[in-house]
């Protein structure tokens, strides 16, 4: 049964800078293509910030973080990073991390290409 479990929020003050970590288990490649990351800040819709391709590794982020979050995977395939730096208070929100078997160019940052979904981590930019 495939399971994806994030971990790595916390505290952070603006500007500071986190690191998520995503891992994927019991799946194999030809099943699963690709991982995201989502986030959902306290009274607005969840929304993308980047996604990634298993296989040759190509990503695609959102605007509204470009230049500042960094998506990556291992070596092995089965774990993906969310390096997240110069931090906002806008940036406060419960980050998703979610697998799916999606093909294209670019990975897609759309909700309904994502099968399963982790639990969540808390990510608070305050001083």
Request: glycine share 12%; aromatic share 10%; proline share 4%.
């Amino acid at each position: 049964q495939l399971q994806v479990v994030e971990s790595g929020g916390g505290l952070v003050q603006p500007g500071g800078s986190l690191r998520l970590s995503c891992v994927a288990s019991g799946f194999r490649l030809p099943d699963v293509s690709l991982i995201a990351w989502f986030r959902r800040a306290p009274g607005k819709e969840r929304e993308a910030v980047s996604a990634i391709y298993f296989g040759d590794g190509s990503t695609n982020t959102a605007h509204s973080v470009k230049g500042r979050f960094t998506i990556s995977r291992d070596s092995t395939g089965s774990m993906v990073y969310l390096q997240m730096s110069n931090l906002r208070q806008e940036d406060t929100a419960v980050y998703y991390c979610a697998a799916g078997r999606g093909v294209g160019e670019m990975p897609p940052l759309e909700e309904y290409e994502y099968d399963w979904w982790g639990q969540g981590t808390q990510v608070t930019v305050s001083s």
